[in-house]
C-alpha cells in the first residue's frame, strides 16, 4: 500500500517561466535515467527479494523517486507557463502543446515515450544493487548537466536537492550491497584460475595486478 501525502517533498519554485528549459527538465521525468524509471525499477525489483531489510530499502527508496517525479513535474508546469502556444514549440515539446495542454508527459527531452525498457530487473540481489547504483550515479550526472545550464536559483535549489537525496540513495545502496557479498551472483559461480588473469592489450608493461576473486561458497541455498 501507498500513502500519497499532498505536500511536495520539498516546495518548487522558478523564477521565471522557461519553456526551451522544461524540454530538459523532461528528460528527468521520462528519460532512460529519470525518476520515473528509478521509481518502477526499484518496486520491481522488490517483488522478489526475500530480506525483509533490503525488501523495505527498495520499496522506501522506489516511493522517494515518486515523490522527485512530483517535484520534476511541478518544476515543468511552471516553467511552461499556463498558455498552450505553438510559437514555443519546438523540438520535444510539440505534443505536449496539441496533445497534452502543456501537461508534463513522460516523455524524455527528445519527445520519445517513456517505456519499461529502460527497467533492468535480475531476481539476482547484488546484480540488482549494481544496476541501482549505477542507475543512481547516471541520474547524478543528469542533474549536474541540468545545473550547468541554468541559472535560475529557484530550480538550481531544486537540481541540488534532488542531486543530493540521489547521492543519499547510492550510499545506501552501496551499504546494502557490502551485507550481501556472500550472496546471489556474488558466490553462485566458481573462481577458476583463468579468472585470475589480466591481459594488458595496451601498452608495454603492466599497470594493474592480477585480479584475486574470492572463492564462492555453496553451502548455503541461494537467498535474497
Same mark, same amino acid.
Given at each position: 500500500?501507498?500513502?500519497?501525502?499532498?505536500?511536495?517533498? *520539498?516546495?518548487?519554485?522558478?523564477?521565471? %517561466?522557461?519553456?526551451?528549459?522544461? +524540454?530538459?527538465?523532461?528528460? *528527468?521525468?521520462?528519460?532512460?535515467?529519470?525518476?520515473?524509471?528509478?521509481?518502477?525499477?526499484?518496486? !520491481?525489483?522488490?517483488?522478489? +527479494?526475500?530480506?525483509?531489510?533490503?525488501?523495505?530499502?527498495?520499496?522506501? /527508496?522506489?516511493?522517494?523517486?515518486? !515523490?522527485?517525479?512530483?517535484? &520534476?513535474?511541478?518544476?515543468?508546469?511552471?516553467?511552461?507557463?499556463?498558455?498552450?502556444? /505553438?510559437?514555443?514549440?519546438?523540438?520535444?515539446?510539440?505534443?505536449?502543446? &496539441?496533445?497534452?495542454?502543456?501537461?508534463?508527459?513522460?516523455?524524455? @527531452? @527528445?519527445?520519445?515515450?517513456?517505456?519499461?525498457?529502460?527497467?533492468?530487473?535480475?531476481?539476482?540481489?547484488?546484480? #540488482?544493487?549494481?544496476?541501482? /547504483?549505477?542507475?543512481?550515479?547516471?541520474?547524478?550526472? &543528469?542533474?549536474?548537466?541540468?545545473?550547468? *545550464?541554468?541559472?535560475?536559483?529557484?530550480?538550481?535549489?531544486?537540481?541540488?536537492?534532488?542531486?543530493?537525496?540521489?547521492?543519499?540513495?547510492?550510499?545506501?545502496? =552501496?551499504?546494502?550491497?557490502?551485507? &550481501?557479498?556472500? =550472496?546471489?551472483?556474488?558466490?553462485?559461480?566458481?573462481?577458476?584460475? #583463468? @579468472?585470475?588473469?589480466?591481459?594488458?592489450?595496451?601498452? %608495454?608493461?603492466?599497470?594493474?595486478?592480477?585480479?584475486?576473486?574470492?572463492?564462492? @561458497?555453496? #553451502?548455503?541455498?541461494?537467498?535474497?
Amino acid at each position: 500500500m501507498f500513502k500519497h501525502d499532498k505536500s511536495l517533498l *520539498q516546495d518548487v519554485k522558478v523564477e521565471q %517561466p522557461n519553456p526551451h528549459y522544461a +524540454i530538459l527538465m523532461q528528460e *528527468q521525468l521520462g528519460g532512460a535515467n529519470g525518476e520515473l524509471k528509478a521509481a518502477l525499477q526499484y518496486a !520491481s525489483q522488490s517483488f522478489r +527479494i526475500k530480506d525483509p531489510a533490503i525488501k523495505d530499502l527498495f520499496l522506501d /527508496i522506489a516511493a522517494e523517486e515518486l !515523490s522527485h517525479m512530483e517535484m &520534476v513535474a511541478q518544476t515543468i508546469n511552471l516553467l511552461n507557463g499556463h498558455e498552450v502556444d /505553438i510559437t514555443k514549440a519546438v523540438a520535444g515539446t510539440i505534443e505536449a502543446h &496539441v496533445l497534452g495542454g502543456l501537461s508534463p508527459m513522460l516523455t524524455n @527531452s @527528445s519527445g520519445d515515450p517513456w517505456t519499461a525498457h529502460y527497467i533492468n530487473v535480475t531476481g539476482d540481489i547484488a546484480a #540488482d544493487l549494481l544496476s541501482n /547504483i549505477a542507475a543512481e550515479q547516471r541520474a547524478k550526472v &543528469v542533474y549536474e548537466y541540468l545545473y550547468r *545550464q541554468i541559472n535560475d536559483k529557484e530550480i538550481r535549489r531544486t537540481i541540488d536537492f534532488l542531486l543530493n537525496r540521489e547521492e543519499a540513495h547510492n550510499a545506501l545502496f =552501496r551499504e546494502a550491497l557490502n551485507k &550481501v557479498k556472500d =550472496r546471489g551472483s556474488n558466490k553462485d559461480y566458481g573462481v577458476t584460475e #583463468d @579468472s585470475k588473469l589480466y591481459f594488458d592489450l595496451s601498452t %608495454p608493461g603492466r599497470n594493474f595486478a592480477n585480479p584475486n576473486p574470492t572463492p564462492p @561458497s555453496f #553451502d548455503n541455498p541461494r537467498r535474497n
